[in-house]
């Protein structure tokens, strides 16, 4: 998919079925590959309003679970000069025995909150599995550390998408 506009339109719909994160990739791959091309500000502006509604997104939810988005300052998105944290420390869910019965597979998307410390501050579901394995992924990330993101080489709060695999081994099945 080398021409702009069907890249600008495949982020337009990617943003409408929730896949935002997918749409600013999208986004970002268009204006890196012309960056002064008739989509490049059409693109850019794109970009600002997505990372706009994610941060409403993140401070709505946030304020459902009874928690004040200002705890901690505003999350920025990783991308630009803001540095993805790092994984220093992040054992894996245990598998549920239900799930494991019923042989129920896959992933689970989590938007986390990541402090300047590199601990996990929030979790989201974004999208979530059966049979207890939302709750695991959940659980176990919260013990997760980060190297934390950076902004100019000081640490700051990101929020960023992660995704925890549950796979069963052959002789599990």
Do not use: C
Not at 111 to 127: F, K, N, T
């Amino acid at each position: 998919m080398d021409e702009p506009a069907p890249r600008f339109n495949l982020a337009i719909v990617l943003r409408e079925l929730g896949r935002k994160n997918e749409a600013l990739a999208t986004l970002k791959d268009l204006v890196s590959s012309d960056p002064i091309g008739p989509f490049a500000e059409r693109s850019r502006e794109l970009d600002r309003e997505i990372r706009g509604e994610l941060a409403r997104e993140v401070r709505e939810s946030l304020t459902a679970q009874g928690v004040a988005p200002e705890a901690f300052g505003e999350p920025l998105p990783v991308g630009g000069e803001v540095t993805a944290p790092v994984k220093i420390y992040a054992p894996p869910p245990r598998y549920p025995m239900a799930a494991r019965k019923k042989g129920v597979q896959g992933v689970v998307i989590v938007m986390v909150i990541i402090d300047e410390e590199g601990r996990v501050a929030y979790v989201a579901i974004l999208r979530g599995l059966s049979e207890g394995l939302n709750e695991a992924a959940v659980a176990a990330v919260k013990h997760w550390r980060f190297k934390p993101a950076t902004l100019n080489g000081k640490p700051v709060t990101v929020r960023y998408n992660l995704t925890i695999s549950f796979r069963l081994e052959a002789r599990d099945r």
